[in-house]
């Protein structure tokens, strides 16, 4: 890592991460050929990288990963969150190889050529995830040329001109477009992904409509598993165009960006389904938007919670869910209302992970029950939902 101002390019160097405070770090890059600006974050997960790439969450970052066997098994058509990578980039610690799995249908640098995302191998990933930890996620800018021919000053003022994150919402972006139906359970080897065909005239499973605010496929395929049918609309429905679909109860889903400028138009609708008493369950920017609705405040983190092993512990009877989590906001418990109840703490720095509304049928966690790959300590929270819907009863 050294200062742009005063750095030529090393020789051998085909890709390089420049940060907005001048600092550089130089490796090998690959796939797409070009630029991408970005928070960079961390993802301490050892597997589940395509999974990674994939998530609307990412939106905005480059990832490092601190695993560093980054595209060992290659990628394939079912390991995605998403139609398409969201986040802008990644940092690996060594090349990619030829991938090692009967699964694989194309490499990963191959994968993120043909996707048009940026990666930068070769660099001392444990190096750069210390200065994140002790400095904060800084806004950055991921460039790859094969010749190396990088004009470092101009990729500094990229980095700097990005206004970052926070005050930044990217669920606009990602969100789906249209009313859909979900159809499809969660995969399992030798059968890939059931199909289940929705007839919502005749269909008497609880009717779940799913709030897109840059949601993980795998979320939609948990709440089918737990018995749910299930409706996606935009992260711009409106209160009307939810009550026209006569849910049982109402999913806000995990998004990219600050919660606080995506509830410009989110928090008014989530305060009309709690005035009705509509059941609610959110999950990550879900989480934040709801307490944001009933009256609490979110802020930045310092450099944000982002992989498959965080310890979180649930208040109620102080068990241990061992968790997946990807955000870098996060609910400030000392503004939580008196009818919100924290339900879950991060036992890494004590942050909220979870709440409920004490007068209405609403709660939420700020980590990721769905994971796969992944812990799946809890999934038991779709099925409290669900069950909850099929009762009658309130979440």
């Known amino acids: 890592m050294a200062d742009a101002k005063t750095l030529t390019v090393p020789k051998g160097a085909t890709g390089v991460l420049v940060l907005a405070d001048g600092t550089c770090v130089f490796g ?5 050929i070009g630029d991408a600006v970005g928070e960079v974050c961390f993802n301490t997960a050892m597997t589940g990288y395509q999974e990674v790439m994939t998530d609307p969450s990412y ?27 969201f986040a802008h980039g990644c940092v690996v610690r060594q090349d990619v190889t030829e991938p090692s799995s009967f699964r694989n249908v194309q490499p990963f640098d191959q994968w993120m050529k043909a996707n048009g995302r940026i990666g930068l191998s070769g660099v001392d990933t444990r190096a750069l995830t210390r200065m994140i930890r002790e400095k904060g996620a800084p806004n950055a800018v991921i460039a790859h040329d094969p010749e190396g021919a990088f004009d470092l000053p101009a990729l500094v003022a990229k980095a700097q001109a990005w206004p970052g994150l926070e005050g930044m919402d990217l669920a606009i972006q990602v969100t789906g477009k249209e009313s859909r139906l979900w159809n499809g359970g969660v995969w399992s080897l030798g059968t890939g992904y059931p199909k289940n065909e929705v007839d919502d005239q005749s269909d008497l499973r609880p009717h ?27 992260a711009t429905a409106s209160f009307a165009d939810i009550a026209a679909l006569k849910p049982d109860g109402v999913f806000l889903s995990n998004g990219p960006g600050d919660p606080a400028a995506t509830g410009e138009y989110a928090v008014p609708v989530i305060g009309e389904l709690l005035e009705k008493d509509v059941p609610i369950f959110g999950i990550c920017l879900g989480h934040q938007l709801l307490a944001l609705a009933a009256g609490a405040k979110t802020v930045k983190m310092h450099q944000g919670h982002r992989g498959a092993n965080h310890p979180v512990k649930r208040l109620s009877d102080g068990l241990v869910e061992i968790t997946s989590m990807n ?29 409920e509304l004490t007068d209405k049928p609403a709660f939420s966690v700020q980590y990721h029950p769905e994971a796969s790959p992944g812990p799946q300590d809890s999934f038991y929270l779709f099925e409290r939902f669900v069950e909850g819907l099929k009762k009658g009863e309130k979440a």
């Open 208 to 234: 779940v409509v799913a709030l897109d605010y840059g949601a993980k496929n795998n979320i939609f395929r948990n709440l089918v598993k737990a018995g749910a049918r299930v409706t996606v609309l935009p």
């Open 59 to 85: 939106a905005g970052q480059i990832v490092t990963f601190t695993f560093p066997h980054i595209g060992n098994v290659g990628t394939n058509l079912d390991d995605v969150e998403a139609d398409q990578p």
């Open 327 to 355: 955000h870098g906001f996060a609910v400030d418990t000392d503004t939580l209302p008196d009818n919100v109840r924290p339900t879950h703490v991060s036992l890494f720095d004590g942050s909220n992970c979870g709440l």
């Open 28 to 32: 090998r890059g690959f796939g797409a």
